[in-house]
């Protein structure tokens, strides 16, 4: 299941963001890829200790707390503090699949990847190329989102970013280990849970929204590791 969540930041935050990480001090990339992705990845990326990067990754934290959809599609056991990369100049990263393991670097929690997600920081219109391509189960999925909104999809998932060959497209990256591990079961109760959505806005005192709502959580139950 990919989702695209919109109105990740604001048009406002969106411009605040890209003012801080004009300034920043932009490494290599290539110091943090795996040895495989290593020979795939042609772009800069913020350093975890820098400062800036710190504070921006906290504030993106603490905002997909809030997003009701972010929460719904990942259920999130634990986020790793999003990063910040630049392509610029043909800037790219080939296709890889990304690492099962992450650590957070101020705590050494481990965190499994589940799901890989980009948020997009500039405009379309700004850059050429640079598009998100994500393998699907069939078909290759391109994605070149407005700024401010979020990818999210499965990090099993082969994938790449095209180089970009004007201007310069901002992201933040992070992943998630979710609280159900299986792909196909978090997208069943995802589906039950816009289910439940829509028949509460309909008909809230409608006994079927609480009986559907103990069995999303009985599921919930059978399935999730915490
Ligand atoms: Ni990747």
């Not at 290593?38 to 800036?52: F, G, M, V, Y």
Request: glycine share 10%.
């Amino acid at each position: 299941m990919i989702q695209i969540i919109s109105d990740v930041l604001s048009p406002d935050e969106v411009k605040r963001f890209r003012e801080l990480l004009g300034q920043a001090q932009w490494q290599d990339g290539r110091a943090t890829a795996g040895h495989v992705a290593i020979r795939a990845k042609a772009n800069e990326q913020l350093s975890q200790d820098d400062p800036l990067a710190q504070q921006l990754s906290e504030f993106l934290l603490d905002r997909l707390g809030q997003i009701s959809h972010f929460v719904a599609a990942a259920l999130p056991l634990k986020v790793l503090p999003p990063r910040f990369n630049r392509y610029t100049g043909g800037g790219n990263y080939g296709d890889h699949i990304d690492n099962a393991i992450f650590t957070v670097p101020a705590s050494g929690t481990r965190i499994r990847g589940d799901l890989s997600s980009t948020l997009f920081l500039s405009d379309p219109d700004d850059y050429e190329g640079g598009e998100l391509i994500v393998q699907g189960e069939i078909e290759r999925h391109h994605f070149k989102l407005p700024a401010g909104q979020m990818i999210l999809y499965p990090s099993g998932s082969f994938h790449q970013v095209t180089p970009v060959t004007r201007g310069t497209r901002l992201g933040a990256f992070f992943w998630t280990q979710s609280l159900v591990r299986e792909h196909s079961r978090r997208a069943l109760l995802f589906e039950l849970d816009n289910t439940i959505q829509g028949l509460a806005q309909n008909d809230p005192g409608q006994p079927a929204v609480g009986r559907l709502t103990g069995l999303y959580h009985n599921l919930l139950r059978e399935w999730c590791d915490t």
